[in-house]
């Protein structure tokens, strides 16, 4: 990148000042920031890192004083994080190669829409249709009858399972498996988890006569609608009959899974370790934090949070904040955890009388 302060502003709607023609090659935390730099200091808590650095020209927060900080342009952000958006794709290098790499191996009875590039050592099965623009890195596979929109990336590793279908400018990042088997097993009789389950636990486990687990098959495959991305090493698996569906705008962390017969709302947030289990519903506009849980056959209403770590193991009302194990309002785990901690203290009065 080589832009003035001026034309970085206009393309982020941001405001400029000071000389507003200077060149900036790259961006920097504002402590190891050179001269060519544009420092983030987007928030009060980086102005002092500025004197550490060289930087000259920065995006700094509304009503900073950006001349005192010793800067001669700066670029005024009352969104940071959103401008942190606009300037990282801004700076962000093109993908590399074009075309299609000759060690890829590509169905002759599959289409590849114009402009299409293929990395080396991946494959496009039978059937399969790849839309205009889309990006294919080395050693993915994309299974037979495969569907893929237009302007999507798919990235290095991935798995593209039969009967997925998926949406445009999709984003799949490294090894993400798409439309694996759900994890979905039946015994003759029933089980002691079917058991524990119906009696909440007062049944007697026992030793069954047939303890084999007889696989259910997955024939419902995966849709992915337009503008997800997917982090990776994520799962989706599957459906059963009908498929395994994620919604417009939809973004998945690292390390997620979403197991069959889910299906996920618009402009969800699943982030990292998080996992929804089968046939569970969730609504639009959901956050489910890290490591968090929904169990099987559940719904989760619209602009629902989940906060970090949080358990979920019965429907959730739209527009609640869930925290804890198992998750309430987040209202009444903070009392609850408040009055945890006082139980020591409780204890050592009742102790004393």
């Not at 000259?56 to 942190?84: K, N, S, T, Y």
């Not at 996920?264 to 947030?269: N, P, Y």
């Not at 358990?311 to 785990?333: D, E, W």
């Amino acid at each position: 990148m080589s832009q003035t302060v001026k034309e970085i502003a206009a393309a982020l709607g941001a405001e400029a000042h000071g000389a507003v023609d200077l060149l900036v090659t790259g961006a920097a935390e504002p402590a190891t920031a050179g001269p060519d730099d544009l420092a983030l200091a987007m928030t009060p808590a980086y102005g002092e890192a500025l004197q550490h650095g060289n930087a000259r020209a920065a995006i700094v927060w509304q009503g900073a004083d950006w001349q005192a900080l010793g800067l001669e342009a700066a670029i005024i952000a009352p969104r940071a994080r959103l401008a942190m958006a606009g300037l990282t794709q801004m700076l962000d290098a093109p993908l590399p190669g074009e075309g299609i790499h000759p060690t890829a191996h590509i169905d002759p009875t599959s289409t590849l829409g114009e402009g299409v590039s293929i990395g080396a050592f991946s494959v496009v099965g039978a059937g399969a249709k790849i839309g205009k623009g889309c990006w294919i890195g080395a050693q993915a596979s994309i299974a037979e009858n495969v569907v893929v929109g237009d302007d999507c990336q798919i990235h290095e590793g991935v798995r593209l399972q039969r009967r997925t279908r998926i949406g445009d400018r999709v984003i799949l990042q490294p090894n993400v498996v798409i439309g694996g088997d759900g994890f979905s097993f039946v015994t003759a009789e029933p089980a002691n988890v079917e058991k524990a389950r119906e009696t909440l636990g007062e049944a007697a486990t026992e030793i069954p006569a047939d303890p084999r687990w007889h696989r259910i098959h997955s024939l419902g495959g995966v849709e992915i609608a337009n503008d997800v991305e997917i982090g990776a090493n994520s799962c989706v698996d599957a459906g059963t009959i009908r498929p395994t569906k994620i919604g417009v705008g939809t973004k998945v962390d690292s390390l997620v899974q979403v197991g069959h017969n889910v299906i996920v709302g618009d402009h969800c947030l699943l982030c990292a370790q998080a996992g929804v289990a089968g046939s569970t519903v969730i609504g639009d506009r959901v956050v489910v934090g890290g490591k968090a849980g929904v169990a099987d056959n559940l719904k989760v209403g619209d602009d629902v949070v989940l906060g970090g770590g949080t358990i979920v193991l019965s429907n959730v009302p739209a527009g609640r904040v869930m925290m804890g194990y198992p998750a309430t309002k987040m209202q009444t785990h903070i009392e609850s955890y408040k009055a945890l901690r006082r139980l020591p203290r409780l204890l050592q009065t009742l102790t004393k009388r």
